[in-house]
């Protein structure tokens, strides 16, 4: 439990009677029984794709706020597995060319979800596991919201409305979006030839959305491509975090409901409601704060919490060097003792190693962005903690 006996804490430590487990948030393992009871912490998530907010409360008639983080999330997946996708077909088409076709006969099995979905998922699992290393934690409130796609786009829209979207009575997107820009193209204005529908982000990263097509003529696609000319125009508003949420909501309370006993579900409007009420600024740790309106009224400074990526599996470059081989895409694992995203000090700042290089120049950076130095040699930095795949640091303001 949270104690402000700084001088207890210390003399405990020097005397062998505790142990420190974690340095970031600080925390402490008594070395012997101890009779007294701890008290029951409640854990309120505030779900989200891209970022997480997270409060710890305690407390009946005095409600304190014991731990609060922001968890920014990964948001590379989709890119990475794209990526994978195009490296694979081209290997298998140099190295298996005339390897038989397979059956179409298999099936995902039950449960399944995509993968960018599932890493967002178990890293809310991972992120409440880790809370429960340090915190005695009886209750879990996750809030959770289901997204009306379509009353984004029009909020006037109700009963027969949701049958009658925009591309009712065309036959497939490409025949609306040619109905939709007028069977004219969008860079040259021509419209009597040959038109194609052009994917303003790429097919593996913006989908077939019609908000991310555009139409273009045989003469433009081609320059587009080129890169002689530019398109203006940009994608439309996207849904993919509403959509995830919207996949990963059941998902999330099952499966927290098979690992720990006391879960339960709340919803976006009333956490608005409470933090209206309690005249807080709208941010994740705020209404992570105000979940079923418990509001605490000792606030703790938050913490920001990063999940990264371990390793970079990608083992070759995609260009090939003079000779004909293909030099190796993984860097050294060490280098002047440091690795990637390790935890140091340079000038009584705590910070995090961000690009090496292999004369020993380290770029360090806090985990919002901010930039302590761009090139420091390692001699000027000292090793606090080895890295992780999430990590956690105070927050500034």
Not at 74 to 88: E, F, K, Y
Not at 204 to 230: I, R, W
Not at 252 to 278: C, D, H, M, S
Request: glycine share 6%; with cysteine.
């Amino acid at each position: 439990m949270p104690t402000a006996r700084n001088g207890w804490v210390r003399k405990a430590l020097r005397s062998g009677r505790a142990v420190v487990t974690s340095r970031i948030p600080f925390t402490i393992q008594l070395c012997y029984d101890s009779t007294e009871h701890v008290q029951e912490c409640t854990c309120k998530v505030d779900s989200g794709s891209k970022f997480v907010g997270i409060s710890i409360t305690t407390g009946e008639k005095i409600i304190k706020e014991v731990f609060a983080a922001e968890a920014h999330m990964r948001t590379d997946i989709v890119n990475l597995l794209s990526a994978r996708n195009v490296l694979r077909r081209s290997r298998r088409n140099r190295k298996t060319r005339y390897r038989k076709a397979r059956f179409n006969n298999r099936k995902k099995p039950e449960g399944w979800l995509p993968p960018s979905v599932r890493w967002k998922l178990d890293a809310h699992k991972r992120l409440i596991a880790m809370l429960h290393k340090f915190l005695p934690i009886s209750d879990i409130l996750v809030e959770t919201a289901p997204f009306d796609i379509q009353k984004i786009n029009d909020p006037a829209i109700s009963g027969v409305g949701y049958q009658c979207g925009d591309q009712l009575g065309f036959q497939n997107v490409k025949e609306y979006v040619l109905y939709r820009d007028k069977h004219k193209c969008q860079i040259c204005g021509k419209s009597k030839v040959k038109l194609h529908v052009h994917h303003i982000e790429s097919r593996q990263t913006g989908g077939d959305a019609p908000n991310n097509l555009v139409t273009l003529c045989l003469e433009c696609h081609d320059m587009l491509h080129n890169g002689s000319v530019k398109l203006k125009k940009k994608r439309g508003r996207s849904f993919r975090d509403a959509t995830q949420m919207n996949i990963m909501r059941p998902f999330l309370l099952k499966e927290l409901k098979e690992i720990y006993p006391n879960v339960r579900e709340t919803f976006g409007y009333v956490t608005k409601y409470y933090r209206q009420q309690a005249c807080l600024d709208k941010s994740h740790v705020n209404d992570a704060r105000c979940i079923e309106g418990n509001v605490p009224t000792v606030l703790t400074k938050p913490y920001l919490v990063k999940f990264v990526r371990a390793n970079n599996r990608q083992l070759h470059k995609c260009k090939i060097a003079k000779g004909g081989y293909r030099k190796s895409n993984k860097a050294e694992k060490y280098v002047f003792g440091f690795r990637l995203f390790d935890m140091v000090e340079y000038q009584g700042q705590e910070c995090f190693i961000f690009g090496r290089r292999a004369c020993g120049q380290f770029d360090v950076r806090l985990l919002d962005g901010t930039k302590v130095s761009e090139s420091i040699s390692h001699k000027k930095l000292k090793l606090i903690k080895r890295s992780t795949t999430i990590l956690t640091e105070r927050c500034s303001s």
